[in-house]
């Protein structure tokens, strides 16, 4: 009896030791976790100077293909190439490419005036964190264009968080966040990110919905227009969705441009608070054909040094609203920008600004021209330029706009020119003539059309 049992389980001996043999045969991290890769499993080497492109993207396709997971990226220096359609490396779904704080991607120098060094196409559940990206803008090879990106994130890609990384030195943003037709990125959070010395913008946001900016730097921005660290800005017919973004906390600085630009923005949800905007060479914060928005609890100060190069532009401001309407300038500390602290000119109607502290700028605290029902209310204002106009102390509310005392005076002396026809036809003549002169520099005014007060707040 005993020896039948021996038998019976003797088959189980070699199953077992093959089982032990192909144990050592598979890398103990794959064991633990087989979705998750490191690049030098694939044939990356660092710090080389060969080509990694193949071996990274051969790590994202099998941590996708494997259901989703890390690519690990250890310490060193990985170069990596734009392919002829200007993409280096292609994301996939659910992969998270988790950088050491010492390794660093580096694309080679190439002619396009577009391309990215990681595209994001309509992807969801992707992750970036850790390390640096280096673009070539210092050995670039071509001139044309301004589109070459770090990171693209393209199309309905959705639930894209990056943090902790520095972007830098690349020819176009270092990061770009735009539509494929109308389809546009949906939740995309982007914290404690550094983007420093890129040729466009530091972040470029096209298109999209429910993004998180917080907690990040966006500085040294220069080469080519608009220089911004932020720029929201759609493109035309300017009808994609960008709605529901809130830029939080972040330092905004030493950039050529604005530190941040809203433009053909339309959307009440469009939010920038508790942001550090500051020594920008064109102003602090640009509304260009932006409506609705809040600009609110924010330091911007510093900014607009650029009026000394060129004073026939409206640089120089820390608040600056062209065509805008409906925005909310609020709560914010405005100090020492070059020209006025708040600069609202031509169609601007139904903003307000309000409790913000205007302090030490160099000409007036508060600039309006060509605005309707622009309402300011209990704002901090002193130590501005070219108070003797009293700039400062008239700016409050209900205070009456220098285009409609015209209007009364010449309404006045219309009655009273044709009361005066009565008995002396000449005067009465000359009073109507007066009158609808007057009347055209009104409409001059509230039009926007002139300004001949250019020195004196209104």
């Not at 906390?249 to 433009?263: I, K, P, R, T």
């Amino acid at each position: 009896m005993k020896n039948m049992r021996k038998k019976k389980y003797r088959f189980l001996l070699p199953i077992a030791l093959c089982l032990a043999l192909l144990s050592f045969a598979i890398p103990y991290d794959q064991v633990v976790n087989a979705a998750d890769i490191n690049i030098t499993k694939t044939g990356a080497i660092p710090n080389d100077g060969k080509l990694d492109t193949n071996a990274i993207q051969r790590a994202i396709d099998d941590v996708a293909s494997s259901g989703g997971g890390i690519v690990d990226i250890p310490a060193g220096t990985y170069d990596v190439a734009v392919d002829t359609d200007g993409t280096a490396l292609t994301m996939k779904s659910n992969v998270h490419i988790r950088l050491a704080e010492d390794s660093v991607i580096e694309l080679r120098p190439n002619d396009q005036g577009i391309y990215r060094m990681f595209f994001l196409g309509d992807v969801d559940n992707v992750a970036f964190s850790g390390g640096t990206l280096v673009g070539d803008r210092s050995a670039h090879e071509g001139t044309d264009g301004e589109w070459g990106h770090g990171i693209q994130i393209y199309g309905h890609a959705t639930n894209v968080e990056i943090s902790r990384m520095t972007f830098k030195n690349f020819w176009g943003d270092g990061i770009e966040i735009s539509s494929r037709d109308s389809n546009v990125p949906d939740g995309v959070k982007i914290n404690r990110i550094t983007a420093d010395n890129n040729r466009r913008q530091g972040l470029s946001i096209v298109a999209g919905r429910n993004i998180q900016v917080t907690n990040s730097v966006f500085k040294n921005t220069n080469g080519t227009p608009p220089s911004a660290g932020i720029d929201l800005e759609r493109d035309p017919p300017y009808d994609k969705r960008l709605e529901n973004v809130t830029i939080t906390n972040n330092v905004l600085e030493n950039n050529e441009g604005y530190g941040l630009a809203f433009v053909y923005v339309d959307s009440h949800t469009i939010h920038a608070s508790g942001n550090k905007i500051r020594n920008n060479k064109e102003g602090g914060v640009f509304l260009g054909n932006a409506n609705k928005t809040t600009v609110r609890d924010n330091v911007i100060s510093g900014n607009g040094s650029k009026i000394k190069d060129d004073a026939t532009q409206n640089f120089g401001s820390g608040v600056f609203l062209n065509y805008s309407s409906e925005n909310t300038i609020a709560g914010n500390d405005i100090d020492q920008n070059y020209r006025y602290g708040i600069h609202a000119l031509n169609g601007v109607n139904d903003n307000v600004f309000k409790e913000n502290k205007i302090t030490n700028n160099k000409s007036e605290a508060i600039k309006l021209y060509g605005d309707a029902n622009t309402r300011i209310i209990d704002n901090q204002i002193s130590g501005n330029g070219n108070e003797h106009t009293g700039a400062d102390h008239s700016l409050t509310n209900g205070s009456i706009k220098l285009e409609y005392i015209i209007l009364a005076i010449a309404l006045i002396c219309l009655g009273a020119g044709a009361f005066t026809l009565k008995t002396n036809k000449r005067i009465g003549y000359g009073m109507i003539v007066f009158s609808i002169f007057m009347i055209l520099v009104s409409g001059l005014l509230v039009t926007g059309m002139v300004d001949p007060f250019s020195t004196i707040s209104r």
